[in-house]
Nanobody
Framework: QVQLVESGGGLVQPGGSLRLSCVAS????????MAWFRQAPGKQRELVAS???????YVADSVKGRFTISGDNAKTTMYLQMNRLNFADTAVYYC?????????????WGQGTQVTVSS
């Protein structure tokens, strides 16, 4: 089992910044991919950004240029630096990890952290 703990959410004004962190612990395999998803009220959960252990990263077009994903392999930790936040970024942000080898991969979720952009 893998445990994912997010932190860093909160209330911020439009144009502000927040930095989310996700720490993974437990049975993390040699290979893994970590990602941030978000879910706004009444909407489906969507992928925001992902990063592989090799540092390869993906950022959704909706946040490209404003959000930056990074990771620390030694700490099995992932970060999401969110700048120039706007109302549309309000959502619960979830940490996700896929880990395994070959055809045996498992997926885990954190409990989520609320990000609210409000004036």
């Amino acid at each position: 089992q893998v445990q994912l703990v997010e932190s860093g959410g909160g209330l911020v004004q439009p144009g502000g910044s927040l930095r989310l962190s996700c720490v993974a612990s437990g049975s993390v395999s040699t290979l893994y991919v970590m990602a941030w998803f978000r879910q706004a009220p009444g909407k489906q959960r969507e992928l925001v950004a992902s990063i592989g252990k090799d540092g390869s990263a993906y950022v959704a077009d909706s946040v490209k240029g404003r959000f930056t994903i990074s990771g620390d392999n030694a700490k099995t930790t992932m970060y999401l630096q969110m700048n120039r936040l706007n109302f549309a970024d309000t959502a619960v942000y979830y940490c996700n990890m896929k880990t395994g080898a070959g055809i045996a991969w498992s997926e885990f979720w954190g409990q989520g952290t609320q990000v609210t952009v409000s004036s």
